[in-house]
């Protein structure tokens, strides 16, 4: 009979502590979005609107969109890219969808398709400028982001494009299904096929393994152009899918509607880095990212906080958020090389 070690009472509490710690990070944003929510349906001052179901789908349907844009803008972060440009994309997309149902009278399987390839059209120049030509992704990105609305600005003449939207795609944005806005299920679909691909495929490998160290990525025989490429064109598609949502939510393409969804998404995407698989940026603690986002502001604004308030605090999470997913992102590098 071999003998076996058992461990000391310090190493056991210490093992303890360790998975208590662990546990805190993964799913704190989680307990903190739980308290916000009670806070919010114990206020006085928004304790009868906030606890509803229709402020939930309210809620639910304003991340649909966000959600997607903050998705988006994992691969090419995973990557090691920043991409400014996915809320920009998505306003082409939209307005790209709306000018084909309006303007041409195209049915809304073109509609929908011009829209998707228009935002694979703008992730086609940025992959090649960033990937290929190997220019600053944050620089071509912002001009990139910059540009696409003063397009949009050329092509409307300022005005948003309401007219003749195919109602199936207005239902899309504003009906229920199993109690619950229709929007948020294609949502579902896109998370649980991002959360697969980044997480259980080759594809998500080799963007974190490029995103990790590109020149030990390249040492063992990944294309780091190619995978580089591929998430900004994967960034683009889904910005893409971001841009119809919000021609349905919208009941049409709005000149300036998308662009200031771009902090809410990234402040998502950052404070999901935080939770769920800490120190990485992840499908799932994105979309938690999105909802504490969301419940926050809704409570603020049912409780009658003043107009200014939603923007400092997605600025303040952002900024938070970053510094945060930094952190741990620092200190999971230096256990993985210990």
Same mark, same amino acid.
């Given at each position: ?215 030990? $990525? ?49 402040? $998502? ?70």
């Amino acid at each position: 009979m071999s003998a076996t070690t058992l461990p000391t009472s310090p190493e056991r509490a210490a093992a303890r502590s360790h998975a208590l710690r662990n546990l805190g990070e993964r799913y704190g944003l989680v307990l903190l979005l739980c308290a916000v929510a009670a806070f919010f349906s114990l206020l006085p001052a928004s304790a009868a609107a906030f606890p509803t179901t229709a402020n939930l789908q309210a809620v639910l349907g304003n991340i649909a969109v966000v959600s997607v844009l903050g998705i988006a803008a994992i691969f090419p972060l995973v990557a090691g890219h920043f991409d400014f440009s996915v809320a920009a994309t998505s306003l082409v997309s939209s307005i790209t969808c709306a000018a084909l149902l309006s303007d041409h009278h195209a049915s809304l399987a073109v509609g929908v398709a011009g829209g998707l390839l228009a935002g694979l059209a703008v992730g086609l120049v940025n992959a090649t400028l960033v990937a290929v030509l190997r220019l600053n992704a944050f620089i071509v990105t912002i001009g990139t982001a910059t540009l696409l609305p003063g397009i949009v600005q050329w092509y409307t003449g300022g005005v948003g494009i309401t007219r003749d939207i195919a109602q199936p795609l207005r239902d899309l944005g504003s009906g229920t299904w199993l109690g619950l806005p229709q929007v948020i299920w294609p949502v579902v679909v896109i998370i649980a096929v991002c959360w697969f691909v980044l997480g259980q495929t080759a594809v998500g490998r080799r963007l974190h393994a490029v995103g990790g160290n590109p020149s030990a $990525a390249r040492l063992v025989g990944i294309s780091v152009t190619r995978v580089s490429f591929l998430a900004f064109v994967i960034s683009a598609g889904l910005a893409g899918v971001a841009g119809v949502l919000l021609t349905a939510r919208n009941g049409g393409g709005l000149v300036n509607s998308g662009v200031d969804l771009l902090f809410p998404a990234l402040a $998502a995407v950052f404070l999901g880095g935080t939770a769920i698989d800490p120190g990485r940026y992840n499908v799932l603690g994105t979309v938690v990212g999105a909802l504490f986002v969301a419940i926050s502001v809704s409570g603020l604004t049912l409780a009658g906080a003043a107009d200014w308030v939603p923007d400092v605090f997605n600025g303040a999470a952002l900024v938070v958020a970053v510094a945060i997913s930094t952190l741990l992102a620092r200190r999971r590098g230096r256990g993985e090389h210990t």
